[in-house]
């Protein structure tokens, strides 16, 4: 059956008008994408078989352009659409962080680390300074390690944010596994930071774990 035969409320561009696009699978957001399938297969199906075949929506857009353009499904057009949408998004979370709005959307600085960092297959530590009105200076990777460590020097981070004439930092860093679950070394590693920036009386607002799905705040947990 064709995508235009189903009921018009599961259609994925229909169901993306009604509900948002957050009510959509991953399938369906490619499909939509996609816009029409292999032969004898719809864009949902063609989308299914395009993320069982890496694995995950994840590691499908981590992916190099030139990789993307060999998948059967893809090729080098849409490879390159694709590559292009996913820099327009980095590319909006970053101009709206420099519009200030992390003052009414702490969400942002979550999904920008997420845009920043995911990607990285070893363990990397960034920070993003901030004006005495919350608004993005710089946004800096300062640290990078291995598969599941990074070594962090706080005498840096105090450092840069000296640099940047910063009155706050958000810091973050990503676990590779996939599971943004914070470890003991991260919430030590984060009093250590706000002890060290608070010397130069600069805040430290919040410190982010990236790995599948939504970021953790360790703010939001009550550690920082």
């Not at 590319?91 to 959307?105: C, K, M, Q, Y």
């Not at 702490?106 to 297959?121: E, I, K, N």
Request: glycine letters at 8%.
């Amino acid at each position: 059956m064709h995508i235009r035969d189903w009921p018009r409320a599961e259609r994925p561009r229909e169901k993306l008008l009604a509900r948002g696009a957050g009510a959509l699978s991953d399938a369906e957001l490619l499909a939509i994408f996609l816009g029409s399938g292999l032969p004898g297969r719809d864009a949902v199906q063609t989308a299914r078989e395009l993320l069982q075949a890496q694995g995950s929506l994840r590691a499908l857009l981590d992916r190099e352009p030139a990789a993307l353009a060999r998948l059967r499904g893809l090729g080098p057009a849409r490879a390159c659409k694709l590559n292009a949408a996913l820099e327009l998004g980095r590319r909006h979370l970053a101009t709206a962080l420099e519009r200030g709005t992390l003052l009414s959307d702490p969400d942002a600085a979550g999904r920008y680390f997420a845009q920043r960092l995911r990607h990285h297959t070893q363990e990397v530590f960034a920070a993003l300074f901030l004006d005495t009105r919350h608004r993005a200076l710089a946004f800096e990777e300062l640290f990078s390690g291995t598969l599941d460590s990074a070594q962090v020097h706080p005498r840096e981070l105090v450092r840069r944010a000296l640099a940047h004439n910063a009155a706050a930092v958000i810091v973050g860093h990503n676990h590779p596994s996939g599971d943004p679950e914070p470890s003991a070394a991260d919430r030590a590693l984060t009093r250590c930071l706000r002890q060290a920036l608070a010397l130069v009386e600069v805040r430290l607002l919040d410190h982010f774990v990236v790995g599948d799905g939504p970021p953790v705040s360790l703010a939001a947990r009550g550690w920082v």
